[in-house]
């Protein structure tokens, strides 16, 4: 055994003089042209080719999470831009800062959930009991779940699992989301949103895209949300209205009581 | 006239209890299901529908900038990975800060350039040979061209003349890229590569991408490559061997001579 | 009681036309020509003044953390640099990212076990054993232990122990991480090394800076390392040496085998 | 001659068993506990060691600029902090990615200003007269002049003069920024405010801190306010205040007129 086996090795890109091989295929003659930027979004990062169903349900999971209006991270972009027009990148990278695990990150803690649930060999209606009460007992919010203003459903969720359904790639995941939804109304005693990172972790579990990468399908699309944003601070600027009030929403209050 | 009138606006995104307005379309009924991401990318940045012809050039371009191997962005987004694995959104975010003015952000130079030729009251010739002279006496690197590897052409500017030229979007700014590249040559004494964002700056603003976002649409592109290699360093890690390497290349010089 | 009682307030400034308050203190007359960087650091995050000793300690706190060669967040730092020197703003921040659970900011993971040691009602010795038998047990590295080149000792840790007790803010979390050294010498059947991050977790609690803040800490001393590597990378460029090592380091290896 | 030759090096750092070396001092015996963090600062970025006066000024320099309350900067900290608080360097690297052209950043472009003053063979009468009339006629504001709020002077400008001169370091960079600001007054017919970033650039000239690297004394400084703003916000949240104030003072409009 030589020394080489610790030698790591990169499957993603190779460019010679006259073309670049992604994962195997020629950029310009298999890619460029062939595939749409969902396709290859999903070749590149899954490292196998999506079909058309998958393709259109990851399209559809993409759109749901690009943009949900004036949130922190787009607030933030905001904030940066203004501040340093002249590299538009940072702008978008400080609103990415944001995709945590208050907001948007979820996706991959209800993902983790999910496949636990799936895992169970005590069936799945067992499990998601547990998994409901155990964030209870130990007051935890469940990743996926609650959302202040879709009530008592968010539409996207609604939506989402339609698709998911007539393109024929719902499979054990959306139905231990079903049954978790089912437990968690039990355990708390009402019903509690499915929210629509909630259920773009169980349709995309279900179009087999891994739980660890998960979280980075919702960069890929609230990238594209940011953009957005940074676009209209070009032309409606809203930075200073923005600052503006947050100054005046949080007063100064000396240093008594600290 | 009111205070009003000095009121920012946004026209992104509206939330209600039953849905979600994106530019003023139901996420739910006119977007998911209905667009793909390329399509809701362009709608969401541009304010507008793009045509079908505008949608497989901006996948062109989008497919053609996501991936380029260990880039200096991949190795940021990398480093940052394994030091912060709990924060993945941070890898990817230290990624895209790299898109700046000397790699893919150059798309937006580029992009200023022919916009520049185009409107030219002297005509896109003397135009373009006017701009090459210019910076050939600044000694300023022509955005757009030149390429270290891809000689004496980069196969992806190539392909992407061909699809905007098979879908019918091709125009005046494709036609000052090429007038460009005849003044680059005669100015310069010799060929030099009209590189990818080059190549991408031309065919997107002929898709009526406005100049002031294009780098926008550089991110998003680059953003999914990041993301592809956070998972190949999940599975297959190999920041410990660049540490290693980059540690070997630069060897510590005392502090003499500074 | 009205709804003011949930309106935040900042203790942190205010600025009015003739001067501005950090603190309730006036920054031209009580803290410009007053105070020192690492005063202000203290005060201004803490909340109250340090004492003489407290500043000299957080001094040799702040100076061990600052530097540590070409780790993985100054490469991020260096290649971010490069790729957009328009924005050293974006080279420091992409290099800070990597400031995570780690490297660096494991002093906040230190620092939560000794607050842990230091409460417990059995003592510190036992408290001592079982944090290290936990960690064991469940195979997760302690906080603040290990180094693959410092051994058997930090030389950093060493002196700040020394430090600390020369100045007399040595106390009970110094005294915890000596316990819990014994301990894990003890579960582990070998010495490990009590790294920086460790002594720094153990001297600035005993300082009295809270738990939940002191990676802001090493986040301060970092940001001054990577301004150290942005103007090195801007007098004798490293970036493409270390990009080609990278790129020898980690070979493309087609797609067979994922 | 060998290939040697093209190798970067580094004068940072080096570490071995016992010990780190900083810029060929021993990070234990003559850094810990003998260098203040501000004198650490210009020892490591600059490369040599200040003198007594010096450091004085610097950390007048650093206090001054740390916190402005409720800026950009720091509300794109306290926005990505809450919804990522797993990853506080991501909320002080958002922060400090708003130090750019407009507001703390500007310390780079006075300082390049004033280094053209001071080499002008003409005098620095003529060259400041020069520039302020070249930046009123291409509309350009001139880097370190302008407040929103300190008027006609900025408090801490005044007391930053003060020092440099109580220490005597003020030299031909204060005298330029003097000119300039006659200058200034005289084109413009009106008295603008020499602003904290500008007096900052001349007094830290006055130092000897090279241009090319200033910004980065703004981003050490920023940094620590920006921790400050990050422990608020763990002990008063502040977030959803600033949220709910932001989404009332940008109304949605539709999507008409654009």
Redesign the interface.
Known sequence: MSDES???????????????H????S??RD???Q????Q??YF????REPTAAQV?V???C???L????????A??TR??Y?????????????G????????V?TV?GCAAVLSEIVDDEEGMKDAALRVAREHRRTRHPIPGFGHP???PDD??S???F??AESEGTAGLHQDALMELGRAVDEVYGKHITINATGAVAAVLADCDV?V??M???A???R???L??????E??????R???????????????DG?
Not at 6 to 20: F, V, Y
Not at 82 to 94: F, K
Not at 96 to 103: A, I, K, N, P, R
């Open positions: 610790n030698t790591p090795h990169t499957h993603l890109a190779r460019s010679t003089r006259e073309d670049i992604i994962r195997g295929k950029l310009t890619i460029m042209g595939m749409t930027f969902t290859l979004i590149h990062v899954c490292g259109r990851v399209d559809a993409l759109v749901a690009a943009e949900h209006g004036l949130t922190p991270s607030l933030a904030m940066v203004t501040s340093a027009p002249e590299a538009m990148q940072a702008a978008v990278a400080a990415l800062l944001g995709v945590g695990s208050l907001f990150g991959e203003q879709h009530k539409p996207r609604l939506r989402l339609e698709i891994p660890a990468i979280r980075g399908f960069l890929i699309a990238c594209a949300g953009v957005g944003h940074v676009h209209e070009q032309r409606d600027p809203a930075m209205a923005i600052w503006r009030a947050a100054d005046s929403a949080v007063p100064y209050a000396g240093d600290e």
